[in-house]
C-alpha cells in the first residue's frame, strides 16, 4: 500500500509582504498546516507549494501524485491561472481529495466546484469562536473536542452562499452572536471535498492542536480509495460530439 500523499498550497502572500504575520507563521501557513498533519498522519509523503511556485507548485505531475490538496487563499485569488485552476478541478473531478480553508471559500477552484458565488458576512475583531460538532459520527469529528474553542479568529457568519452540504459536520458561534457552517462536505465527481473555516492569517488558528486533528480527519477521509481514482476526463468535448 503506497503512502498518502499530501500537497498542502498557500498563496504565501501574507507572510512575504507583512512582518506581523511572518511572527505568526514564520514558516508559512502552509508550513504550519504542513507541520500538523506530519505529527498526525504517519508515513504520509507532505509537500507544500505557493503561489509563486512554477505553475503555482501544482503542475500535472504534482497533482497526479496527490492523493489530498489542501487549499489556502486570501488577496491573491485573481492571481492564480485559469489553466491550473482547471487542471486541479479535473484532477478533483477524477477523485483527488480537496480541502479547502478559511477564505479559500472565495478561491477560484471552490466557485468553480461549487457553482455559486460562496460569499458570506465577516466581521474581523478577534472574537472567540466555539465550533461545535453537529455531526458526531462523521469520520472527520473522530476524536474532536466538543466544543473547540479558538479564543481569537475573525468571525464568518450566514448567509454562506454554497449548494446544500453532502453533510454539516460542523457549526460555529461567535461572540456576537452570529453562527456559521464551519465544516461542510461535497462530492463532485469522484472526488470528495471538504470546507473548513477556522484558520485566519492573523491568528495562531492552525497551531491549535484540535484544528490539525481536523485537518488531519479531513485529509483520512478526502482520500480516494485505492483503485477508485481515475485519470482526469476531457472537459471540453469537440462540437461535432454534439452534434451527434
Known amino acids: 500500500m503506497s503512502a498518502l500523499s ?6 504565501g502572500v501574507h507572510e512575504t509582504t507583512q512582518p506581523e504575520i511572518a511572527a505568526i507563521y514564520p514558516d508559512g501557513i502552509h508550513g504550519a498546516i504542513a507541520d500538523g498533519l506530519a505529527g498526525l498522519l504517519d508515513g504520509a509523503r507532505i509537500r507544500t507549494a505557493t503561489l509563486a511556485d512554477p505553475e503555482h507548485g501544482l503542475s500535472e505531475d504534482v497533482l497526479a501524485d496527490t ?10 485569488h485573481d492571481q492564480v491561472a485559469d489553466d491550473v485552476v482547471e487542471r486541479v478541478r479535473r484532477h478533483v473531478l477524477g477523485g483527488m481529495g480537496l480541502i479547502v480553508l478559511h477564505s479559500g471559500h472565495f478561491s477560484k477552484i ?10 458570506l458576512a465577516w466581521r474581523n475583531e478577534a472574537e472567540r469562536e466555539v465550533v461545535w460538532t453537529v455531526a458526531p459520527t462523521h469520520p472527520i469529528a473522530h476524536g474532536i473536542e466538543q466544543p473547540i474553542v479558538i479564543d481569537h479568529q475573525e468571525m464568518y457568519g450566514e448567509f454562506f452562499d454554497i449548494p446544500k452540504p453532502d453533510d454539516l459536520v460542523f457549526i460555529s458561534s461567535f461572540a456576537g452572536g452570529e453562527v456559521f457552517r464551519s465544516g461542510v462536505t ?3 465527481g469522484r472526488g470528495k471535498i471538504f470546507y473548513f473555516s477556522p484558520g485566519d492569517q492573523e491568528y495562531p488558528v492552525y497551531f491549535h492542536p484540535q484544528v490539525r486533528r481536523v485537518l488531519a480527519n479531513g485529509v483520512r477521509w478526502a482520500a480516494p480509495v485505492a483503485g ?3 485519470e482526469p476526463e476531457v472537459t471540453n468535448p469537440s462540437a461535432d460530439w454534439f452534434a451527434r
Open 6 to 11: 499530501v500537497t498542502v498550497w498557500n498563496e
Open 67 to 76: 492523493d489530498v490538496l489542501l487549499w489556502w487563499g486570501h488577496i491573491a
Open 228 to 230: 477508485e481514482r481515475r
Open 110 to 119: 471552490f466557485i468553480r466546484l461549487l457553482g455559486t458565488t460562496c460569499s
Open 186 to 188: 461535497f462530492t463532485r
